[in-house]
């Protein structure tokens, strides 16, 4: 089946098997898993886990990536060789889970486990108003290119991050083009951009993408006005939910909730931007010192935020990376 932006997942497949179904029972791995989709990306459902590959974008972390729904959450070690198994190329780990995994044996394993909640809406967020000295405009032309160069800044200095921040921006954009999705910036009186979103129609449901607002703009209602501005687009063209996922302890999940949004469920995830083969068949690179063990390559995460401060340890690709 080719997907297409609005009818992005093949949900009648996925609903064959009960990994399928939990994955789909989850709003936020459901719209995850549409958005994904709509990147191109392909899921093959096995009997306790998903696998999810983005072809189109193999440097994009959490487009290649594994679900556990269901089975031994707290078997690090077995799920980290199944990721190895179907990732053989990757230094990347990025695997979702669905229940509460003991944390200890992921840090065991050399992972910190990531705690994520899913904000829900039915009706619009109503929206603060736009801050003095600000223009808000849906992204177009040349918006995008300066929304690719917050992402290019936001993140590491590498081949692989250009990359990936380059085909995932055209994705978007192309979305947008089709009509599928909108991205929203807040200009700066020199029209660089202090904020941005954007928002994907999945059919029924619209997932927020990429929350973000640079440093020097924080904590004026930029956000906020802009979550309102999406959800009045996803709104007018009929979807019935809003959904937008938060790392907890971020940030994103105080704003979601001041801004209105219904808190949800919490799921977690692992991952690490470079991590050594848990498996002792060490690649020569490996040995050579080419990769990094751990979880310190910060801002190699695909879901990096452009506004992320790649120095704070804080910052969002320490993070699961899948939240808004
Ligand atoms: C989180 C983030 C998007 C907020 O953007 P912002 O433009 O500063 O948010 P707003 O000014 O619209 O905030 C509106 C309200 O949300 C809450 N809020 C926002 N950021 C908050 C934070 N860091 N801590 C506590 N509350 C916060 C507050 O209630 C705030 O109102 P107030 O300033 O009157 O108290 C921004 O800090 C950011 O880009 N952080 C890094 C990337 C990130 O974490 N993105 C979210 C992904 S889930």
Redesign the pocket.
């Known amino acids: 089946m080719t997907a297409t932006p609005g009818n992005p997942l093949p949900r009648p497949l996925l609903l064959e098997s009960a990994a399928g179904r939990r994955a789909l029972a989850s709003a936020s791995w459901r719209t995850s898993l549409a958005v994904l989709r709509g990147y191109g990306a392909e899921v093959d459902a096995r009997d306790d886990h998903l696998v999810v590959r983005t072809p189109a974008n193999p440097d994009y972390h959490w487009g290649n990536c594994l679900v556990v729904t269901s089975g031994d959450v707290d078997d690090a070690g077995g799920w980290l060789g199944v990721f190895e198994r179907e990732f053989p190329e990757a230094t990347h780990r990025a695997l979702g889970l669905l229940r509460r995994p003991d944390e200890r044996a992921w840090q065991e394993a050399g992972l910190a486990v990531e705690v994520e909640r899913t904000f829900t809406a039915l009706s619009p967020i109503t929206p ?1 108003p736009v801050p003095p000295g600000y223009r808000v405009t849906p992204v177009r032309g040349l918006v995008w290119d300066a929304l690719l160069r917050v992402e290019l800044a936001g993140g590491p200095d590498t081949a692989e991050h250009r990359r990936f921040a380059t085909r995932r921006l055209a994705a978007d954009r192309a979305w947008v083009e089709a009509g599928h999705a909108e991205w929203f910036a807040a200009l700066a009186p020199d029209d660089s951009v202090a ?1 941005s979103l954007g928002i994907v129609d999945v059919g029924g449901e619209a997932r927020y993408q ?6 020097s ?11 309102g501005a999406a959800s009045e687009w996803a709104f007018a063209r009929g979807v019935r939910q809003l959904v ?4 907890v302890g ?10 209105g949004f219904t808190p949800g469920p919490v799921e977690y995830g692992v991952y690490a931007a470079s991590m050594a083969r848990s498996d002792k068949s060490v690649p020569d690179a490996l040995e050579d010192g080419v990769y990094s063990a751990g979880n310190t390559a910060v801002g190699r995460e695909p879901g990096l ?1 452009a ?3 790649v120095n704070n340890a804080a910052a ?1 690709g320490q993070a699961p990376g899948r ?2």
Request: proline share 2%; no cysteine; hydrophobic share 40%.
């Open positions: 603060a904020s990429q929350v973000g607002t640079g440093a703009h924080r904590r004026r209602g930029l956000a906020r006005h802009l979550l937008i996922v938060a790392d971020q940030g994103g999940d105080l704003l979601y909730d001041a801004a935020r506004f992320g401060d969002p939240g808004a």
